[in-house]
């Protein structure tokens, strides 16, 4: 297995920046090739100079990036300029597009997620609302706000649904130019986050060719809610794997969450390269991935 890596030493001392260094050292551990990669092209002008060093493989193998979330044009780059040297990122920008983004992952998964309209303008925001009925959580396609806190997820009435539209649709790295306005539903929860977010109970499952991998509890921190009997695990992970089958990405994180009700649902889905591990040790994780053909 070979790593691409952006864990490259430097001042940001952040959650990602952290995970990332973690996910690198443990791939090391277990004997994958590791190199390393620029967040950007700012210094180096392509991904074929950011990949220049980086030898060419005679048999094609597979490769993993760790790394922060990426924007489209740069995962296409990444990926060509991998290919041209004989390394395979298990997901292709398609696929990437397809975990990552909410609008087209959502038509794979009716039935098993709140039901949800994508809106791209303030315009959109009456109907969306008429459609689903407030409170609505919303969300960039990419990523929701919710290290802001509730109020930057949640919009009571039409007022706050065009405010909340209007900001998302400047974060072009977390939209990509779409929001998507949901249901809201209610999670069975014991704790709130500092910043006021209910943590919900969830669980995030990492799927290579609809296979689990592994699967660990969303939140940092003690939780009653983090264990799950075996009825309750086998209904997680049959549903992770049901989202998996549909949506046919190789290597894939699906958030499962429990409703109020107990009802489990699909809460969204990521490429795993760039997915946290949340309560899963890394080590074990990659114990898995470093022989990832025999899954294939």
């Known amino acids: 297995m070979i790593v691409l890596s952006e864990s490259i030493e430097q001042i940001e001392q952040s959650a990602s ?17 590791v190199y390393y990669i620029p967040r950007d092209f700012e210094r180096c002008g392509n991904a074929e100079n950011a990949l220049w060093y980086i030898p060419e493989y005679a048999i094609e193998t597979a490769g993993i990036w760790v790394g922060y979330i990426p924007e489209l044009e740069r995962y296409e780059a990444i990926y060509q300029a991998a290919l041209a040297k004989g390394i395979k990122l298990l997901n292709t920008p398609l696929e990437h597009r397809i975990a990552l983004e909410f609008d087209l992952f959502y038509p794979h998964l009716k039935g098993l997620t709140p039901e949800s309209v994508i809106i791209t303008s303030t315009n959109e925001c009456i109907q969306a609302g008429e459609l689903l009925g407030y409170p609505v959580f919303i969300k960039g396609a990419v990523q929701s706000r919710k290290q802001q806190g509730w109020e930057s997820c949640v919009a009571n009435n039409q007022e706050e649904l065009i405010r909340l539209t209007e900001w998302l649709l400047k974060l072009k790295y977390s939209s990509r130019s779409k929001v998507i306005v949901r249901k809201l539903v209610k999670l069975r929860h014991q704790r709130l986050a500092p910043n006021g977010f209910p943590m919900g109970r969830e669980f995030r499952c990492f799927i290579y060719n609809q296979q689990i991998l592994k699967y660990g509890y969303y939140w940092d ?17 049959s549903l992770a794997i049901l989202a998996a089958e549909r949506l046919r990405v190789p290597y894939i994180a699906i958030d499962i969450g429990q409703l109020e009700s107990g009802e489990w649902i699909v809460i969204e889905t990521a490429d795993a390269q760039f997915a946290g591990v949340c309560q899963i040790p890394a080590l074990e994780l990659w114990n898995k991935l470093k022989d990832i053909s025999s899954y294939s």
């Open 221 to 237: 921190g003690q939780d009653n809610l983090s264990q799950l009997s075996k009825h309750e695990e086998k209904q997680v992970l």
């Open 17 to 33: 920046a952290n995970e990332n260094k973690l996910m690198t050292e443990a791939a090391q551990l277990l004997g994958c090739k």
